[in-house]
């Protein structure tokens, strides 16, 4: 079965970056689009960023755009998220989701953004 465990989040000041990971198994990886998505304290899920199988980006939410980066290593079965210049406005809990959607995802790991 498709299994996502995201790694790498943290407590960070704003304008830290952080990376984040998702290793992923139980699928053909290489042939999966990836996501990004996140849940922040109070709200609904919300679509942060995509990837095809090749690696290229497909898109980004517009409250990301210029500071995170999306990308995968398929030899390795890992997605990451690149996060930059980080604002409290970040925090919530990030998950990686296979295909373009919410769904299947990780348990997701917390990032928070706070002095």
């Known amino acids: 079965q498709v299994q996502l465990v995201e790694s790498g989040g943290g407590l960070v000041q704003p304008g830290d970056s952080l990376r984040l990971s998702c290793a992923a198994s139980?699928?053909?990886?290489?042939?999966?689009?990836m996501s990004w998505v996140r849940q922040a304290p109070g709200k609904g899920l919300e679509w942060v960023a995509g990837i095809d199988d090749s690696g290229n980006p497909t898109n980004y939410a517009d409250s990301v755009k210029g500071r995170f980066a999306i990308s995968r290593d398929n030899a390795n079965n890992t997605l990451y998220l690149q996060m930059n210049s980080l604002n409290p406005e970040d925090t919530a809990v990030y998950y990686c989701?296979?295909?373009?959607?919410?769904?299947?995802r990780g348990r997701g790991t917390q990032v928070t953004v706070s002095s």
């Open positions: 989701a296979k295909g373009i959607s919410y769904a299947p």
């Open positions: 139980g699928f053909i990886f290489s042939s999966a689009w």
